[in-house]
T-cell receptor, first 111, second 111 residues
Framework: DSGVTQTPKHLITATGQRVTLRCSPR?????VYWYQQSLDQGLQFLIH???????AKGNILERFSAQQFPDLHSELNLSSLELGDSALYFC??????????FGPGTRLTVL | EDQVTQSPEALRLQEGESSSLNCSYT??????LFWYRQDPGKGPEFLFT???AGEEKEKERLKATLTKKESFLHITAPKPEDSATYLC????????????FGAGTQVVVTP
């Protein structure tokens, strides 16, 4: 158990819908990262927040957005969902810029 | 453009049969090279961070090494519980914690 929690574990929804994924980092970690893992793309970096501020963006679609709240938990919002958005979404946290500890993931299925 | 290439894609070992996994990389300004282990449907589990050429780290049956162009993960006398996908990732000095992952090596250890 890494200490990073993610909810929900599974999410099934339809195309065009909007969903919110939630992440709570390890106690004391100020950085939260979001990654997407699909069979054809592997594990891809989406976005990094540090103490509430956005610090880096990867190839994150405009339909996706994230934020980190004052209590340090983070949410990833995915809108206008498409079939290709089906994937595992992982949150990771770190105390500094060294090793990142990953949560168990949210499996998103878009039908 | 940064690249992380892992080989082989898959490896099947007999219990006790030692082997090595390769992670070759090209990057301008390497800050760290990371190894993770991932079980099916679960989040990556942190194993090692290597920061400079010549550095080595060990944990139980695993040993990671780093040169200026590649990293190796040596598995000594593997057991069936070492079966997993092993991922390497790099971060750049100017990337604020973004990890770029390789596609992984799927290792199966049979009794």
């Amino acid at each position: 158990d890494s200490g990073v929690t993610q909810t929900p574990k599974h999410l099934i929804t339809a195309t065009g819908q909007r969903v919110t994924l939630r992440c709570s980092p390890r106690s004391g970690d100020l950085s939260v990262y979001w990654y997407q893992q699909s069979l054809d793309q592997g594990l891809q970096f989406l976005i990094h927040y540090y103490n509430g501020e956005e610090r880096a963006k990867g190839n994150i679609l405009e339909r996706f957005s994230a934020q980190q709240f004052p209590d340090l938990h983070s949410e990833l919002n995915l809108s206008s969902l498409e079939l290709g958005d089906s994937a595992l979404y992982f949150c990771a946290s770190s105390v500094d810029l060294s090793e990142q500890f990953f949560g168990p993931g949210t499996r998103l299925t878009v039908l | 453009e940064d690249q992380v290439t892992q080989s082989p894609e898959a490896l099947r070992l007999q219990e006790g049969e030692s082997s090595s996994l390769n992670c070759s990389y090209t990057v301008s300004g390497l800050r760290g090279l990371f190894w993770y282990r991932q079980d099916p449907g679960k989040g990556p589990e942190f194993l090692f961070t290597l920061y400079s050429a010549g550095e080595e780290k060990e944990k139980e049956r695993l040993k990671a090494t780093l040169t200026k162009k590649e990293s190796f993960l040596h598995i000594t006398a593997p057991k069936p519980e070492d079966s997993a996908t092993y991922l390497c990732a790099l971060s750049r000095t100017d990337s604020w914690g973004k990890l770029q992952f390789g596609a992984g090596t799927q290792v199966v250890v049979t009794p």
